[in-house]
């Protein structure tokens, strides 16, 4: 199940596919992940246009509004064939029902859902004075974490630092997937708690999300093949 997911920041469908036909030659398609830049540049085609040319896709919008809004976004979300897609957990446990509900197709299928518990680009001092969260980062994310689990959802987004504690307290099979991936010696950009392809693997993550050190890479191809065997083989 272990996989590497390419975010595809791009402001634009050209550019998205241009970068993506450097993948035409590798064996498996990657995973791709289209965020808020991409979506709301290009619209829905860009994913039907992605989906075609055999990519997985995690639609990453992070929906977070009341949940009859949630629940009505998720239903139209249904009808693109996404393999994954996301809501915030501060949204509650009822509208990450809700957005589960919207999201099941009327056969049962439905792509996985996950939960964002923090953003990886904030610190515990900025959660603690911006967000008045007096807990700290780990019990905060694995009790968003714990709250998404009850609300039926497959799994969360959240710091490779924190997989381990969210694992043990949702179990296996709960899934961790991660952003905030850098390799060794390279620069953080905005992220803060960041951690190698390699080290996310040994603390149990999923699933690594991408970006910059592959879309911005002066090789993507080999990047992203560094990534799966750090990752994956
Ligand atoms: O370029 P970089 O590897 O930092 O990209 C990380 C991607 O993961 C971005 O698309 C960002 O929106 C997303 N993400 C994140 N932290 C989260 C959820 C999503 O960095 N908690």
């Known amino acids: 199940m272990r996989d590497v997911i390419i975010a595809c920041d791009f402001a634009g469908a050209e550019q998205a596919l241009e970068f993506l036909d450097k993948f035409k030659d590798c064996p498996q398609k990657p995973f791709v992940k289209i965020g808020m830049e991409l979506y709301y540049a290009a619209g829905p085609q860009i994913v039907r246009d992605i989906k075609a040319r055999g990519h997985k896709i995690f639609l990453d919008l992070k929906m977070h509004d009341i949940p009859n809004t949630v629940k009505k976004t998720a239903r139209v979300l249904s009808n ?6 996301n809501v915030h957990a501060a949204g509650t446990i009822e509208m990450m029902r809700a957005a589960l509900e919207g999201l099941t197709r009327p056969d049962g299928t439905r792509p996985l859902l996950i939960a964002v518990t923090q953003l990886t680009s904030t610190s515990e001092e900025r959660m603690q004075k911006d967000l008045l969260i007096n807990a700290s980062m ?29 694992k043990r307290r949702c179990g296996a099979d709960f899934l961790t997937v991660t952003p ?13 708690r960041i951690t190698t392809p390699a080290r996310a693997r040994e603390i149990g ?9 592959i879309t911005a890479a002066e090789d993507p191809v080999a990047a992203y093949q560094k990534c799966l065997e750090e990752f994956v083989y």
């Open 80 to 85: 693109l064939e996404v393999d994954m897609t």
């Open 138 to 166: 780990e019990e905060t994310t694995a009790h968003y974490a714990a709250n998404a689990r009850e609300a039926g959802l497959d799994g969360v987004v959240c710091s490779p630092l924190e997989a381990a504690a969210i």
């Open 180 to 192: 905030g991936i850098r390799f060794a010696g390279a620069a953080a950009d905005d992220q803060v």
């Open 205 to 213: 993550s999923d699933f690594i999300v991408v970006g910059r050190p």
